[in-house]
Nanobody, 120 residues
């Protein structure tokens, strides 16, 4: 099981970025994928998740209405579209899977992370 996050970078407040999570070594179609982030000096937090069963999506309150998670199973990729970015969104973003259909606990497989910096 391998996950590779990409798409991070430096963006001004109010800007947008799209993160990608490329999956390999397992069949993405069957499993939920979550996005997490860790800001400097803070604990890792869950940002969003998309299930495999019915494509249900979940968002942390802090990103609801600004971030959109989606998946393209044919491309073996999950995306996190981030808009109206704020300085407090600055963090290393990780994708992970629990190898289950639903967005439950137990994320044992993690990508390497991609840095998002929101600053003017």
């Amino acid at each position: 099981v391998q996950l590779q996050a990409s798409g991070g970078g430096l963006v001004q407040p109010g800007g947008s970025l799209r993160l990608s999570c490329a999956a390999s070594g397992f069949t993405l179609d069957y499993y939920a994928i979550g996005w997490f982030r860790q800001a400097p000096g803070k604990a890792r937090e869950g940002v969003s998740c998309i299930s495999s069963s019915d494509g249900s999506t979940y968002y942390a309150d802090s990103v609801k209405g600004r971030f959109t998670i989606s998946r393209d199973n044919a491309k073996k990729t999950v995306y996190l579209q981030m808009s109206s970015l704020k300085p407090e969104d600055t963090a290393v973003y990780y994708c992970a899977t629990n190898l289950q259909q639903y967005c439950t606990a137990g994320y044992d497989y993690w990508g390497q992370g991609t840095l998002v910096t929101v600053s003017s």
